[in-house]
């Protein structure tokens, strides 16, 4: 039997190949991380996993998206009481100056390709998640890894902006530099990368920034998340791929 789509349930063949970016899904669009966002999710909430499109709506269980993509955000929307933060639209949430009100708010918190492009302290950004969560919430999240140490592209970076396509950037000491081929992520938009997270670095991090507990992806082919290349590399994951994680307050 084909696989089904875990948000939609649309049956199709090409659920069935292991490429994270993009949209597989003929029918919603969403992609293997889409997918496996949803997964994680829902295993985390203690809810059997299966399409979303499929769930009863709960509007008692609070999530809180981090710029989640739009087709997906649709799903979470409809299956609980969820909103969406945008870069400019309300709810906005910046990760380095939480708002107090926001704190113990939410069953759930997706980060997803975020913490890469947060300005140093990651770590502060990691405890912010964890502040948005009541106790036994849960965070999904996910950064490219590499299996080696983290790397700070920019170390304590305190000023910057972009002029001609170089990175001007000013360190704690004062001292000014220059990138001429920064990491940009996004398409024609100008989101820096500050890192690339090693693997067991992010992990220590989430576990000493208000988390209990933290779980790597377990993939679910009949739901449209298969087995990616790494998945069976428990600590080496091979550089630049995106890592998913939940992690529970």
């Known amino acids: ?13 090409a659920l069935t190949q292991p490429i994270r970016e993009g949209e597989s899904c003929p029918r919603c669009g969403s992609s293997w991380r889409t997918r496996a966002t949803a997964l994680l ?16 709506p709960d ?4 999530g809180l998206g981090i710029s989640d993509n739009p087709e997906m955000a649709r799903f979470f929307h409809r299956c609980f009481n969820y909103s969406n ?3 400019d639209v309300h709810p906005i949430v910046d990760l380095l100056n939480p708002q107090s009100s926001m704190q113990g708010l939410y ?3 997706i980060c997803s390709d975020v913490l890469e492009h947060v300005p140093p302290s990651a770590e502060r950004a990691i405890a ?3 502040s948005f969560l009541r106790p036994g919430g849960i965070a999904m999240v996910s950064v490219p890894v590499s299996g080696g140490e983290t790397e700070e592209y920019y170390p304590d970076i305190t000023d910057w902006s972009m002029l001609d396509g170089e990175l001007h950037w000013t360190d704690a000491s004062g001292a000014s530099h220059i990138d001429d081929d920064p990491e940009i992520h996004g398409g024609d938009g100008l989101t820096i990368a500050f890192r690339t997270w090693g693997a067991e670095d992010f992990e220590r991090a989430v576990l000493s920034n208000g988390f209990s507990s933290i779980e790597r992806l377990v993939p679910c082919p009949e739901l449209g998340v298969p087995e990616m290349p790494w998945s069976d590399q428990p600590v080496v994951i091979p550089p630049l791929m995106s890592g998913m994680w939940l992690a529970r307050r």
């Open 1 to 13: 039997m084909l696989p089904s789509c875990a948000l939609c349930g649309h049956r199709d063949a």
């Open 41 to 56: 999710i829902m295993r985390g909430l203690g809810i059997e996993p299966r399409p979303m499109l499929e769930l009863e």
């Open 59 to 62: 509007d008692r269980r609070h």
């Open 85 to 87: 933060s945008q870069l």
């Open 107 to 109: 069953d759930f918190v």
């Open 128 to 130: 912010s998640l964890a």
